[in-house]
């Protein structure tokens, strides 16, 4: 009875711990992943496992800006089963990351942008077990030349995050509640009327889609969208960015 109440309460009960075949991923890539369980004092009845993909959202409210986990996408890997008593089980599972994931290998210090993947284990009357495993979301070729031209328009990435809520442009629409945002200032001033640069990311399985704020110094702000293919090249990712930045 002593053993089952500490199950009860989470004392030595089931572990759960999902280890990632490979941690450094793009939007939109498979992805395995082995879910190990290991077994407590005493038998346990597993309800189910699931898999969560996760990141952190900013969220504006009436008292300030604030964050809060948000799920992008979620996987049943296992029903109901029963671990005994030190029992080690492995579960393979093989997944999708969203497309509209967020980038996080981003070369900003002030890097706002976290994706990780929580597993949940449902026990009965117990706590239930959880692990969280970070991932890095590295940037498309696409990104990679947007950053590259931003820099050659004489503009530097000063802050990366994601924002709660859907984009919504005439040719393209956000799906995953929430959408990345890249803040970009000029390096010098000079004779430019742009104060900053905001460009919010939507990316889908054949193109990377852009909205793009200006903060003018005298003509007030401004908005453009475009799309660009997620194999464009340099120089064509470069010619249309001059057309929508000035």
């Not at 948000?70 to 029963?82: G, M, N, P, T, Y």
């Not at 709660?164 to 393209?172: E, I, R, T, V």
């Amino acid at each position: 009875m002593f053993k089952k109440l500490l199950a009860a309460v989470g004392i030595g009960s089931a572990k759960v711990d999902t280890q990632l075949h490979q941690s450094r991923l793009f939007p939109g890539q498979e992805f395995e992943a082995t879910i190990v369980i290991q077994g407590g004092d005493v038998p346990q009845k597993v309800e189910g496992i699931d898999l969560a993909l996760m990141t952190r959202v900013k969220v504006s409210g009436e008292n300030g800006d604030f964050f809060k986990n948000h799920c992008l996408a979620k996987w049943r890997v296992a029903k109901s089963f029963e671990i005994q008593p030190g029992q080690v089980l492995e579960i393979p599972f093989k997944g999708q990351l969203h497309p509209e994931t967020p980038f996080t290998a981003l070369p900003v210090r002030n890097n706002q942008c976290q994706v990780w993947l929580q597993t949940g284990v449902d026990i009965d009357v117990a706590l239930d077990p959880s692990d969280n495993d970070a991932i890095e979301i590295l940037p498309t070729p696409v990104l990679e030349h947007v950053l590259t031209a931003m820099n050659e328009l004489g503009f530097a990435l000063t802050k990366a995050d994601v924002e709660q809520g859907f984009l919504n442009a005439p040719s393209f629409r956000s799906r995953s509640g929430c959408y990345q945002e890249l803040e970009f200032h000029p390096r010098s001033f000079g004779f430019s009327s742009l104060r900053e640069v905001e460009i919010s990311l939507v990316c889908d399985t054949a193109e990377t889609h852009l909205l793009i704020e200006l903060d003018r110094a005298f003509r007030g702000d401004g908005y453009t969208a475009f799309s660009l293919a997620n194999n464009a090249s340099a120089s064509e990712v470069l010619s249309r960015l001059k057309q929508h930045i000035r």
